[in-house]
């Protein structure tokens, strides 16, 4: 079992994250790039992430929520930016209502996702940054940290399955 590995830079307002999975690179790539198979992993348990539109492709974007055990509903917005097939992507993620409205009052996050074919094993490297500081710990005192690492574990579960 990996682990997932947390680098906070404040100077520079930003979390590096990696991470290395047991499946090959093609296995990695589809399930970070396809609506189906992120709803399976992305929010932390006993949340489920809920796709309500997806375009993966530069201008493109995945509308979705995260539904809570009672019923709540967290809405999502990732817009994609670049996309380098089976390299990388990145794209602007913006809390918001069911129809894609950003909240202003939100921390943005901007993520880098960059994939590494080591063979058996692929590696995902994410860099987050952010336009402040206070964006930056609001994020982490939202549970960030705690959530994506339960994520990360879904998706190891994920990659297990034949």
């Not at 090959?24 to 589809?30: K, T």
């Amino acid at each position: 079992m990996f682990q997932t590995h947390f680098n906070l830079q404040e100077r520079a307002k930003k979390i590096e994250i990696e991470r290395e999975f047991a499946a090959p690179l093609d296995r990695v790539w589809q399930a970070w790039t396809n609506s189906s198979q992120l709803d399976k992993w992305w929010a932390p348990k006993p949340w489920k992430a809920v796709t309500k539109a997806f375009e993966f492709k530069a201008g493109g974007r995945w509308l979705y929520y995260m539904g809570g055990p009672k019923g709540e509903k967290a809405w999502s917005l990732a817009e994609y930016e670049s996309i380098k097939p089976f390299k990388s992507f990145s794209g602007v993620d913006s809390f918001c209502d069911e129809n894609g409205v950003k909240d202003p009052n939100a921390p943005q996050m901007h993520w880098l996702v960059e994939f590494q074919d080591l063979g058996k094993t692929t590696k995902v490297k994410s860099t987050i940054t952010f336009a402040t500081l206070a964006d930056l710990k609001k994020t982490l005192e939202m549970g960030f940290k705690e959530g994506f690492t339960m994520a990360q574990t879904n998706l190891d579960a994920l990659l297990a399955e034949k």
